[in-house]
């Protein structure tokens, strides 16, 4: 069963950086992309970053060239460092698991219970 434990959300100003992380465990073999989301309140889920196997990981306009991903295979762990935050990126953000196909990510019913991210003006 997989298993996604995100950390690292906090309380920052705007402008500030934070590094959010997810444990992963559980998945069945090596070769899976990760992707970051994150809901604000009263608003969808919506998908941030892939970190994609081969190497063309995606961003959301909203957050290209703020945000980056990054792993340590070691340490079965996804990282997403935030940097320039701005109010508006305050959300809970959640980290899942999948594949990307023809630019389209497809992830698992497995979540994580996220990390709440605010950002003060």
């Known amino acids: 069963q997989v298993q996604l434990v995100e950390s690292g959300g906090g309380l920052v100003r705007s402008g500030g950086s934070l590094t959010l992380s997810c444990v992963y465990s559980?998945?069945?073999?090596?070769?899976?992309?990760m992707a970051w989301y994150r809901q604000s309140a009263g608003k969808v889920r919506e998908l941030v970053a892939v970190?994609?196997?081969?190497?063309?990981?995606y961003y959301a306009d909203s957050v290209k060239g703020r945000f980056t991903v990054s792993s340590d295979d070691a340490k079965n762990t996804e990282y997403l460092q935030m940097d320039s935050l701005k109010s508006e990126d305050t959300a809970v953000y959640y980290c899942?698991?999948?594949?990307?196909?023809?630019?389209?990510?497809?992830?698992?019913?497995?979540w994580g219970q996220g990390t709440q991210v605010t950002v003060s003006s």
């Open positions: 559980g998945l069945p073999f090596s070769g899976y992309d």
């Open positions: 970190h994609e196997t081969s190497g063309a990981n």
């Open positions: 899942n698991t999948g594949t990307t196909y023809r630019g389209t990510f497809y992830g698992t019913d497995s």
